[in-house]
């Protein structure tokens, strides 16, 4: 306690205190996680800064080499002037996530609080060996390794690069892909490069997240006072 603390009508300046003690002290380790609506997953080239690019003012890095994108980017998509959604865009996992492997495991925290995952998937690569249907499975596997609360998020299919592949070569990945999740499954077919089927991705993205947002409270009318006769 200070000089103040001694003050009285007889002692206008006192000069008595009370020593301090030592403080509290804590060290804290905070973590941030991003607020978004969607979050996209993915190989490593993919295609998903492209997306995030093709559908909202964000401008990630994009490149033709692996782990392009270091860090997580937020893109906001606005559908018309009064809806919109956020997207979250983290670098690419690989097999071996969950364990360390890669740059996508230390960014999984930020899909937490999201709505919806968008699994892209490059339905054309370079790699004609490549087994497209394996590597979906073998993601599928490191997020629920990570996370089962994040496994159990609703995702959408999402196969780009459709612009590189003749109409039968495309139906016959929707069709792999039909076979193995079942009819329910939202599955949706777009170029990132070109917008083709950007358009209708984003509004039934903002009819999934509208449906699932709490109705409002409807607002109840006051009583008016009753006028005294």
């Known amino acids: 306690m200070g000089n103040l603390h001694f003050k009285s009508s007889t002692n206008r300046t006192p000069r008595q205190f009370t020593r301090g003690e030592p403080g509290e002290s804590l060290e804290l380790h905070l973590e941030l996680k991003v607020l978004?609506?969607?979050?996209?997953l993915g190989y490593p080239n993919a295609g998903k800064s492209t997306f995030i690019r093709a559908v909202s003012a964000a401008r990630p890095k994009v490149a033709d080499y692996p782990f392009t994108t270091l860090h997580p980017n937020l893109g906001v998509v606005r559908v018309d002037d009064a809806r919109s959604f956020v997207i979250a865009d983290i670098p690419g996992l690989i097999e071996g996530a969950a364990e360390g492997a890669g740059l996508g495991h230390q960014f999984l925290r930020h899909l937490a609080r999201t709505r919806l995952l968008l699994h892209i998937i490059d339905c054309a690569p370079l790699d004609e060996s490549v087994d497209i249907l394996g590597q979906a499975h073998a993601l599928v596997t490191e997020l629920r390794k990570y996370d089962e609360a994040l496994y159990q998020k609703p995702r959408w299919i999402i196969l780009n690069k459709a612009d590189m592949l003749d109409a039968e070569g495309l139906k016959a990945v929707r069709t792999l892909f039909e076979?193995?999740?079942?009819?329910?499954?939202?599955?949706?077919?777009?170029?990132?490069?070109?917008?083709?089927?950007?358009?209708?991705?984003?509004?039934?993205?903002?009819?999934?997240?509208?449906?699932?947002?709490?109705?409002?409270?409807?607002?109840?009318?006051?009583?008016?006072?009753?006028?005294?006769?």
Request: with cysteine; hydrophobic share 40%; aromatic share 4%.
């Open 36 to 40: 978004a609506d969607v979050g996209l």
């Open 179 to 229: 076979n193995d999740l079942g009819p329910e499954a939202k599955i949706f077919e777009i170029s990132a490069l070109t917008g083709q089927g950007c358009r209708e991705v984003c509004y039934a993205i903002m009819a999934s997240i509208e449906a699932s947002r709490p109705p409002e409270p409807a607002a109840t009318e006051e009583p008016l006072p009753e006028e005294d006769a």
